[in-house]
């Protein structure tokens, strides 16, 4: 199921372009998708590795909380959640279903939960940051750079 969720979510951008049904309500959807995939993940590890996840209580609680601040955020200033896409939280999703697949089907890959937990952080940092510079919402940022590029022209625009 994992490693069908990962292809799943990386062509269903590519062929939602293609097809010309890409929207900003589409990719607020993929992004609650997402989030709710790796919740029953998250559930899925809790009930069968709660040691592991016990290890690692306070990186998990502080990626936790980066999520729900972020969301808040980003609901009380654009109505919405975020929806960037970024090259970041491509690789997270990548380390996320390594990291599963390891533990939960091969019960190793122990040092990957804390890599995929750490770079989620970073992640929630750069998407956060994106949101606080950014004057409106706008969907496909792929990285931090390019929406501080953006604030630029639409402040120039005003």
Known sequence: MIG????????D?????????????LR??????????????????????????RE??????????LEAIRIVFDLIKF????????Y???????LLATATIALLCFNRGFWLVSVAIVWGI????????????LP????DLKHLGRAMKVRRELLVKT
């Open 4 to 11: 069908a969720a990962c292809i799943s979510d990386i062509y």
């Open 13 to 25: 951008g590519i062929l939602a372009r293609r097809w010309g049904t890409a929207t900003p309500r």
């Open 28 to 53: 607020v959807s993929d992004t609650m998708a997402d989030t709710a995939f790796y919740a029953g993940v998250l559930t899925a590890i809790l009930l069968r590795h709660w040691p592991v996840l």
């Open 56 to 65: 690692r209580v306070g990186i998990l609680g502080c990626l936790l909380a």
């Open 79 to 86: 109505g919405k959640m975020a929806s960037y896409h970024t």
């Open 88 to 94: 970041s939280a491509k690789l997270w999703g990548l």
């Open 122 to 133: 970073v992640c929630d940092l750069e998407g956060l940051t994106m949101s606080i510079v």
């Open 136 to 139: 409106k919402w706008i969907p």
